[in-house]
């Protein structure tokens, strides 16, 4: 049999190679055309990622359970941090529970639309019951530590999907409003002690009608530092605020992103109920001490 | 030209199409052969994914500025919560600045030895320099919500970073030692007010002799859930800490993993500084409030 033949490959789009002029499309669709990054080191999975967007319009196509084991396989071989594995993830199809579980988490229109609707969860669960069973104390599970190194699991995981699947050609879409009502999103997905949601995250294949653009990002210059930290941000900031808003102007939308950020920081009455994070945290057993 | 003359492909080798034997062998390493997942949704990058292994030796070959730029930009097109870009990272390549962060971050003996030192940032910066310009408050820095959004999207940004450099055929290991001294590791890298380190990384061509390998996860079974939660655990964590000793057995190493979580989480002697991770952070202008 012949190694084309033998090879699992029928769903693959990976193979493409890049050429120049979609690298550097990418890089100027990202950071426009003034001190934008330049690099030849470039190669299917790296371009892919470049080109990664949020997708809020999928097809009706489904995501078969096959490729769903390859998705969630991929998210289980990131890193974890000292083996502790502090992180589980939850897949919803069911239409009446992406229905009911989408006012508690932004309430945003596509969430009950995309045919995977996934839960990344901070887990000490699995932790703390070893401790159960060998009768030993679980005080370092109240620790800030604990519960952000389940964030952080959670968060490596979840990444490792979104390149699988991308990779894949579906697209998927980050749900921070998954963390708006910790206490009833736990119940509705019978979370034991130990355990939140960090993040939400619907996945699909995306809609031939989905008009999503990839988003600016800020220039390297204030994100990537080199030996210390260089503090001098607001020039970038504003070149960046430019881009973000011509952006959204784009769209029709009127998006003033410097003030939005501050308006945002500015108390709690933009935080949609996550303001109590550590309170619905510490009701759901990962105190933050 | 042609599209081959044309594509910035040399430093590329990923484009090895995954054959089933390959496929089949990944999951036996990483599951066992028992209630191992199985699919056929494989392609080179996902087949990279599950082959993720923690490098710690270092060939002498160096990182160029065109494969970090590459690499960082990736990290850069990961999702970022709400347009926030809440993360940063520095790049320490300076072997006497290595030598000093070794004993804040773990003094584990391969971290001076990788051509790349990185430290991933969860930072707030950006947005308070906003706020202090336009005479805000910034009263939603001070929650934990804010905190753990910027532990997320460093995370995020880290994960994307990890693929990319992986894709080229480098390796990493994250370092969450670089927690263990947050005030002076700030101080060494000029970390500004609102932002600390994240976690570490280091970064480099896998030496010939790197003898790490592929390490074992727990079955999908309890920590891929349907639905709901499947909160019944124990089973499968016995299958797990057989795998996982036997794992280090091999090395020559006795370790007896569920010992090693219930003694983890039993008090704060085993955090390393970071059972004091709350009031450093405070200190450094993230408070988890």
């Known amino acids: 049999m012949s190694e084309a033949a033998d090879a699992p490959t029928s769903q693959n789009p990976d193979l493409h190679q890049p050429t120049r002029d979609e690298l550097v499309e990418a890089l100027r669709v990202r950071f426009g055309g003034d001190g934008a990054p330049a690099f030849d080191a470039v190669n299917p999975t790296i371009l892919r990622q470049l080109q990664h967007r949020s997708v809020r319009r999928f097809s009706d196509r489904d995501v078969t359970d096959d490729q769903l084991r390859a998705i969630l396989t991929a998210a289980q071989a990131a890193s974890t941090s000292s083996n502790q594995h502090s992180w589980s993830v939850i ?145 970038g900031l504003d070149a960046y605020a430019e881009r973000i808003n011509a952006f959204f102007a784009e769209y029709g939308r009127e998006f003033d992103w410097q003030t939005y950020i501050t308006e945002h920081f500015a108390d709690d009455a933009d935080f949609f109920g996550r303001e109590r994070l550590r309170e619905a945290l510490r009701d759901l057993g990962l105190p933050s001490d």
């Not at 969860?121 to 030993?136: F, P, V």
């Not at 879409?173 to 949601?197: C, D, K």
Request: charged share 20%.
């Open 91 to 235: 897949v919803v199809r069911d239409q009446a529970r992406k229905e009911q579980l989408k006012p508690l988490i932004g309430n945003q229109p596509f969430i009950d639309k995309a045919p995977v609707l996934l839960f990344w969860i901070a887990d000490l669960h699995r932790s703390a019951a070893l401790a159960e069973r060998a009768e030993r104390p679980f005080a370092g599970g109240a620790l800030l530590e604990a519960t952000l190194v389940a964030f952080v699991d959670a968060a490596l995981a979840a990444q490792n999907a979104t390149v699988a699947a991308e990779s894949l050609g579906m697209g998927i879409t980050y749900i921070g409003g998954a963390r708006n009502h910790p206490e009833e999103t736990a119940a509705a997905l019978a979370l034991p002690p130990h355990t939140a949601v960090a993040f939400g995250m619907t996945l699909g294949w995306p809609s031939p009608t989905d008009r999503a653009k990839i988003r600016p990002r800020p220039l390297p210059e204030i994100v990537v530092h080199h030996e210390q930290y260089d503090a001098d941000v607001l020039p």
